[in-house]
């Protein structure tokens, strides 16, 4: 699709000549993930992540598939469905839940690696914006799927959970209960909520595929990025996705998945929450309500906000605090103006990404926890440092940041085998 | 064009009301410091408990889980339900489907029945157990369990190994943990004392339990396989016993995730080795990546740049 050296699709099969003249599906699917997607050659393990997530999507589709066959969803028979029928008479129920339990968790791991690789290496600079935006479109979505789902087996933390995500809506002056009302199908979760979040469940999944098809076709369109960030010259510096990149790819996802084997089989409720455990209960609140892990650091922004500043109350500035503080990411690519991408090349860059990392961490670490004053002032202001670093720190790096020399070529830094000993092109 | 200082506005806006809030917050704690609380200073972690099904290799004791049954069966089920358990479900504690038939239905051991329709008149009525039928609860609602326990109810036991931070260790540590409450605690806390009908308990979050101790005297149960009858023996066995209530699949569990731990790995090893085969071996000449980020060229690049003078 790409690059005018890609190798084009030659059918030698008779009945792939036939299929491939009146449906080139074969055509597709060999340009797309085969021998005829050229990519860079010097491409390192963090870009293994696109297809693991690829991988987990599927296993999700797949398990959730299998447990809606099993499933009530009806506010008296949904945890029992869960707990009992699945888990205790369903063939292989247990591994099911499980793998799908543990799916999400994983699913998400191998997500916030690969928007942190993107963030690292600049995948979200020109002419990548809309890879990079459809990818942003993705993670909302499995937020809101990963919410919903979570919800299903109608214990504590569902029932909680949904109570509370629903109630940053009633943050909104005017229509804000209203919404929050329409949005459940009644004052509180209950029977509507559930049957709509298990048909959204349901459904979400499958737009997330959709977008992925997106995310994929315009990444194609440009071709991958890599560790150097330099642009593809020539057939040097590809290599054929098939077999160079499916063999890596392979390898690695067989190592990742070893590790999720083991999360699931020896520690399944590691990452959950036992209060999920305990059926639903509209009249006892649990001590203290937290999201899955996946949200902490969201969690945290949104509790860090105590102070009535102007006319808006503390519940609506920490609803739109977290609102934007994901919503900033979409404009992530006219923050950074620096033409270099690779954060290799970026000395000043590279330490305030760490920092970024570290602050997240703390974010998340401070979501997660019980409510202590240290705690609060401690996340307060690691998000008051998340949204300077988006919005003012990087900008002002991207404009003042001296970057370093950059290799005249992929095939050059990978050949030479050293990116700082080739001729010095200055960029920018 | 005005993108940038737009957002840059915006990111300054949040970070005032998260400044502000900080300060605001931190003001509040050191002029309004928070009260002390008694649960927060005399709450006790549950103790160690180690049992058979611990580990990667764990399996359950089926010896002990029977006398966890008995325990269960004879003390917790005056009160507590265990709706998710089916007595077929025991065969996994090596009872013979005889020995489960009459476990549920003799009226011996299984005391409690289970709520029916008469056939003849369409009356409800109660029938004995069957072992297709879940241990029937003590009451007949939760209206009824309340009413019996000074209006605190019962919590059903099937999942409470799950359902409880710690675990078995905690059942283990509430069932042992009961006490007279610390004079020093009075002390510093007079009004903390524990409420008539409550019963002091550092194991429990807010330290003031509605269940009165359950095993109290040594040799409360009489095990059938000889065992002493100890408190601590006791809620050891059936702390052990509602690990099981909770997770049936454990040994199922672990057996499957060595063979596919195991598989996984030689599937990695192999796939391992085909991309060794496909970028360095064969007849073609050797595809050399290394990236930037390869341990060797790192050390290079650095070296490099030192000699260069170079920040980074």
Partial sequence: ?428 | MFLRPILGFIGAIFALALVCSLFSGLKTYFTNPPAPLASEEFHKEPKPLHLASDGPFGKFDKAQLQRGLQVYTEVCSACHSLKLVAFRDLKALGYSDAEIKAFAGSGKQWKIEVPSINPDTGEATTRKALPSDTFPAPFANDTAARAANNNALPPDLSLMTKAREGGAAYVYSLLTGFQNQPAELLKKFPDAKTPPNLHYNPYFANLNLAMPPPLTTDGQVTYADGTKATVDQMAKDVSAFLVWTAQPDLERRHAAGLAVAIFLLIATILAYLAKQQIWHGGAEPDVRVTGVLEPKNQAKTRRAKNKAGVAG
Wanted: with cysteine; aromatic share 18%; glycine share 8%.
């Fill in chain 1, 1 to 428: 699709m790409s690059f005018s050296w890609a190798k084009p699709y030659e059918p030698k099969h008779p009945v792939m000549k036939w299929l491939d003249e009146r449906l080139p599906l074969p055509r597709l699917a060999y340009g797309a993930v085969g021998g005829g997607y050229p990519v860079p050659r010097n491409l390192n393990y963090w870009w293994n992540f696109g297809v693991l997530a690829g991988i987990f999507l599927t296993i999700q589709i797949v398990t959730g598939i299998v447990l809606a066959m099993h499933y009530y969803a009806t506010a008296d028979g949904a945890f029992n469905s869960v707990n009992q029928l699945i888990m205790r008479d369903v063939n292989a129920g247990w591994l099911l839940r499980y793998a799908h339990m543990n799916g999400a968790s994983f699913f998400f791991i191998v997500v916030y690696i690969h928007i942190f690789r993107g963030l690292y290496y600049g995948s979200y600079k020109a002419p990548r914006e809309l890879v990079w935006m459809l990818g942003l479109v993705i993670y909302l979505l499995m937020m809101a799927t990963a919410f919903m789902g979570y919800v299903l087996p109608w214990g504590q933390m569902s029932y909680w959970g949904a109570q509370v995500i629903t109630g940053f809506f009633s943050a909104f002056p005017l229509v804000g209960e209203p919404v929050r009302v329409w949005l459940l199908g009644g004052y509180a979760p209950d029977q509507a909520a559930l049957t709509r979040f298990f048909s959204l469940h349901y459904l979400l999944p499958f737009v997330i595929a959709g977008v992925v098809i997106l995310h994929i076709w315009s990444l194609h369109i440009p071709g991958s990025g890599n560790p150097t960030g330099v642009d593809v010259k020539d057939e040097k510096d590809t290599l054929p996705f098939h077999p160079y990149y499916t063999a890596k790819d392979g390898w690695f996802a067989a190592a990742f998945l070893l590790v999720y084997a083991l999360v699931t089989f020896y520690a399944p409720n590691y990452l959950g929450h036992p209060d999920n455990y305990i059926p639903a209960n509209a009249l006892a609140t649990p001590a203290h309500i937290v999201p899955e892990w996946y949200f902490w650091p969201f969690y945290a922004i949104l509790r860090s906000c105590t102070f009535n500043l102007f006319w808006i109350d503390a519940k609506l500035w920490g609803v739109l605090a977290m609102f934007f503080s994901i919503l900033l990411l979409f404009f992530l690519p006219w923050l950074d103006k620096s033409p270099v991408r690779s954060g290799n090349y970026r000395p000043v860059f590279k330490r305030f990404f760490w920092l970024l990392v570290i602050d997240i961490v703390i974010l998340g670490y401070v979501g997660g926890a019980p409510i202590v004053w240290w705690r609060t002032a401690l996340g307060q202001i690691a998000a008051a440092y998340y949204f300077l670093h988006f919005l003012v720190i990087l900008p002002l790096v991207s404009a003042f940041e001296t970057t370093d020399p950059l290799p005249n070529s992929i095939s050059e830094s990978v050949l030479s085998g050293d990116a700082a000993e080739a001729p010095v092109a200055t960029v920018g």
